[in-house]
Nanobody
Framework: QVQMVESGGGLVQAGGSLRLSCAAS????????MYWYRQAPGKQRERVAT???????NYADSVKGRFTISRDNVKDTVYLRMNSLKPEDTAVYYC?????????WGQGTQVTVSS
């Protein structure tokens, strides 16, 4: 059984920073890409950032230059450093990983940015 445990969400003022963490554990056959998604109220889930097994990264235009995704392959953990946060970044943030056979999701962590 695979578990994805997220942490680091919370309430922050506009312009502030947060770091999200997501640790994968269980019977993983080998993680390929790792992702962060978010879903704001009344909106569809959107991909925020991707990091491949080789360390290549990709970001949504809305967060480029402000968010940084990283990973620790020893700990099977993915991070999202969020700087210069804006009220429109308010959402539930989800981590996800893909292996050769499956995709797994975290339970989500709330990020609220006040103006």
């Amino acid at each position: 059984q695979v578990q994805m445990v997220e942490s680091g969400g919370g309430l922050v003022q506009a312009g502030g920073s947060l770091r999200l963490s997501c640790a994968a554990s269980g019977r993983l056959s080998g993680i390929n890409a790792m992702y962060w998604y978010r879903q704001a109220p009344g909106k569809q889930r959107e991909r925020v950032a991707t990091i491949t097994s080789a360390g290549s990264t990709n970001y949504a235009d809305s967060v480029k230059g402000r968010f940084t995704i990283s990973r620790d392959n020893v700990k099977d953990t993915v991070y999202l450093r969020m700087n210069s946060l804006k009220p429109e970044d308010t959402a539930v943030y989800y981590c996800s990983v893909t292996t050769s056979y499956n995709r797994y999701w975290g339970q989500g962590t709330q990020v609220t940015v006040s103006s």
